[in-house]
């Protein structure tokens, strides 16, 4: 199937969040912290009020009234304190987008008592602490066996230091809302979200009102990655506004205002310690991770999380560490965890693999665990090591040279490089309606697409239970007034409302009436333990320029294993969309923060690379047929995520393969090359 809602977007008819066209509506633009530590001591906005058009600003110096929302970063301009560069300190309200922001850059006097911020993350930092859990409720510490025992037995050890910066989402569609108060009290927020009921809530909390009297509409999204999983600061600055003003405000956060204000990827530093017998089956592993976190609240990624369900290994250790540093808050980034977690990881094994000398994807077969490595419980399905031989059939894995830094074409030096991917599999209760009507079908759950494909791939899943064809089902979707649906985060939006969908339709077919409804609380609640994993195997061709250190990836191929594909066209593009994502991981992104004043220096898509498509050539994707019975009705596993997982450590290690030269810091630039 092609994307159902595709001819509207390609035609300009889908509204995302801030083109809804409401009356009278007002514009709102965030003004945000100059200094990166310290307290505002005098804030005047007797200018920006005198200019024509402004109509009100809001401010710290006189902070609304707000409730806790769980999420300090939306405690919006309830302290003079600044916790770091770029926190929203105030908001202007005017006529048009553009008087609000002249106002808020010309028209306002902020004085500070500024401090000196600290913002570098270090390995020895004295701040460094031990969280009690890393994201979303795992022990952050696990230890099994000896480690230093079977560091001591093996016959090759690994021993390095892994590094991964400050990374952005970008998301195509900047974050907004327009904030609208109805005559009755309630709220209406048109916002770019990826859970329209679960921000509903949080909103609600924060504003002190009951959930029914909020809702959020998100018909369209143009992508998230996870920095739209929560609400954002700007959306209660949009409600604030809007009540104040009494009219209507759209506040879209600029390109530049969004690295601040929208969430980011810690970087991290990663110590791995492996251990191997003469066969190269690992006698330990041994992953330490130093992150970081705000002052205001603890986001702790989960870095080491997916060393525990990759290798067999007698001893096991993993252990994460964080920093309060005087940061924004870092929040969610595609596959939290196991994208960086998984670069330091796989390019250990590469380096095991040229220790041992042994091939790396014969490394990975034999050390491919009967269960769980931390933990023991059963998988419920796992074809890693059929993903591997795959790639290695499709990618003509066989015919690579034995020996790093050997071939050179013209001036282009070319190796080719392997590693893992994984992912959990996750599943949240959500409810889900269907009506017959007109011959046809009309599903209604509060799911949101925010460009994956969800809206058409849960068509097709209604379709198939009712026996109709796709163009007799329409799904409604992206409006917390729809039945409760989890968000669309953790690679578990089809697989959580696929099931709620399935089990309305279902209910519809065997009571024969009009009209059914499903609540999968229960069914989820009752999920057999097993340890659920999507797997994946990635392959990198790069050819490095011998005179410029520039690198160029020629090759790409997943594989994977994630249960049932629903709907192929859709999957091939998640797939190798969040390849592209790990492409640009590896070579080009990487947010640079001052350490003098605690901004961020590159903060636009001019000086934040990302991958673009001259940059990926040829990216492909392929997966193995995997019957699954322990997931859901569809059998299908999540596959948002997966795919940039991974592939950061397959180029870092054909990039070792092309040159002989190990880059164990990100992004492996032509300088860390030369
Ligand atoms: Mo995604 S980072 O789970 O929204």
Redesign the pocket.
Known sequence: MSRVEGPDKVTGRATYAFEYDVPEAAYGYAVQATVGKGRITAFDAGEALAMPGVLTVISAMDPPELGDGGDPELAVLQATEIAYHGQVIAVVVAETQEIARAAAETGLRVEYAAERPDVGLRADHPGLYAPEKVNPAYPARTEKGDVEAGLADAVATVDEVYRTPILHNNAMEPHATIAVWEPDGTLTLYDST?GPGTHRDIVAKVLGLPPDQVRVISRHVGG???SK?TPRPHAILAALAARAAGRPVKLALTRQQMYDMTGYRTPTIQRIRLGADARGRLTAVDHHVVEQTSTLAEFAEQTAVATRVMYATPALRTAHQLVRLNVPTPS?????GETPGMFALESAMDELAVALGMDPVELRVVNDPDAEPQGGRPFSSRNLVACLREGARRFHWARRDPEPGIRLEGRWLVGTGVASSTYPVYRRPSSASVRARDGGYVVRIGAVDIGTGARTALTRIAAEVLGAAPEQVEVEIGDSALPPASLA???MGTASWGTAITRACEALLKDGGEEATADTAEEVANTADFARHAFGAQFAEVRVNADTGEVRVSRLLGVFAAGRIIEPTLARSQFIGGMTMGLGMALMEETYIDERFGDFLNHDLAQYHIAACADVPDVEAAWIDEEDPYLNPMGSKGIG?IGIVGTAAAIANAVHHATGRRVRDLPITPAKLL
């Open positions: 990826q998230g990655f996870g999983g969610w980034m595609r596959a939290p985060g953790g690679s995520e």
